[in-house]
Nanobody, 129 residues
Framework: QVHLVESGGGSVQAGGSLRLSCAAS????????MGWFRQAPGKEREPVAS????????DYADSVKGRFTISQDNAKNTVYLEMNSLKPEDTAMYFC??????????????????????RGKGTQVTVSS
């Protein structure tokens, strides 16, 4: 089973930046699909970004396009989420997810990210106004 560990969360002021990391273990080779979703208190989970690492091809939620960037380090089986121009509405627990079975970029869209069974425990991001 894939084990995912997130790090890099914290508290910043609006307009600031944070870089989240997700390190994967328990998988031989490069995980084909990794991504991020978030959940704020009292709200539903929201997909944020996904990365088909074998492309690479990325996909973003409209709410973060132009501000967030997902990237990879295949040698470390790690993905990053660079978050810039942060807004208070970005405040949430951010979770990493992965799908070892994705074989095409279309199976790695943000639309299906929430269905991935392999997930981390999350890292908190708090943006103050």
């Amino acid at each position: 089973q894939v084990h995912l560990v997130e790090s890099g969360g914290g508290s910043v002021q609006a307009g600031g930046s944070l870089r989240l990391s997700c390190a994967a273990s328990g998988y031989t080779g490069t995980l084909p699909c990794m991504g991020w979703f978030r959940q704020a208190p009292g709200k539903e989970r929201e997909p944020v970004a996904s990365l088909y690492t074998l492309g690479p091809e990325s996909d973003y939620a409209d709410s973060v396009k132009g501000r967030f960037t997902i990237s990879q380090d295949n040698a470390k089986n790690t993905v990053y989420l660079e978050m810039n121009s942060l807004k208070p509405e970005d405040t949430a627990m951010y979770f990493c997810a992965a799908d070892p079975a994705a074989r095409l970029p279309t199976y790695c869209d943000t639309d299906i990210l929430l269905h991935f069974e392999d997930r981390g425990k999350g890292t908190q991001v708090t943006v103050s106004s």
